[in-house]
């Protein structure tokens, strides 16, 4: 008796959807057509930033993207491989490293630009194109990358490198 009431109450909101015909001259049933759709995101427009080389700090560069958002907010996560703490390295040889600071913006903020934390999701971002995951070939956000003027003019010489992450979230 109470395993009958446990499935009873297990199965009290689910409805039973396909209706069976009945043997006749014509039979008719029916079924029900369910689709679950998740939010869809999409970052696009990317180019690698090379900055020149120079003995002086170079001043910052910024690259655009599209961001593509059926929700039309998001989150940006951008982590740096050889960060640590939240922070942005390049590595050159040995344990030499240039830090940096990374930023975000988009067109719908403006242009200012929002400090990221290596690894850590960005705080919400409105403005993300909701119906063309290429922007209508018209990109609309900034990737902002400045050097650290104090471990740059420190730093020997030599080629430093970093790969960033950037991981796109709906909101």
């Known amino acids: 008796m109470l395993a009958g009431l446990a499935l009873s109450g297990l199965f009290a909101g ?13 039979s008719q049933g029916t079924v029900t057509i369910n689709a679950s759709k998740a939010n869809a995101v999409q970052i696009s427009g ?8 120079s003995n002086t700090v170079p001043a910052p560069l910024t690259d655009a993207a599209c961001i593509y958002s059926t929700a039309g907010g ?3 996560q951008a982590t740096s491989i050889n960060g640590s703490a939240g922070k942005f390295q390049m590595k050159g040889t040995g344990a030499s490293v240039i830090a940096y600071t990374v930023g975000w913006s988009n067109v719908a903020s403006g242009g200012t630009s929002v400090a990221l934390a290596s690894g850590i999701a960005s705080s919400q971002f409105t403005g993300a194109n909701t119906t063309s995951p290429t ?21 020997p010489a030599g080629a430093y490198t970093d790969t960033v992450t950037l991981v796109l979230a709906p909101v």
Do not use: E, R, W
């Open 14 to 26: 689910a409805a039973m959807a396909a209706v069976q015909g009945t043997i006749g001259t014509t």
């Open 46 to 53: 990317l180019n690698d930033i090379t900055f020149p080389s």
């Open 74 to 76: 998001y989150t940006i």
């Open 135 to 155: 922007c209508g070939g018209t990109n609309n956000s900034h990737f902002d990358v400045t050097v650290d003027p104090v471990t740059y003019l420190t730093a």
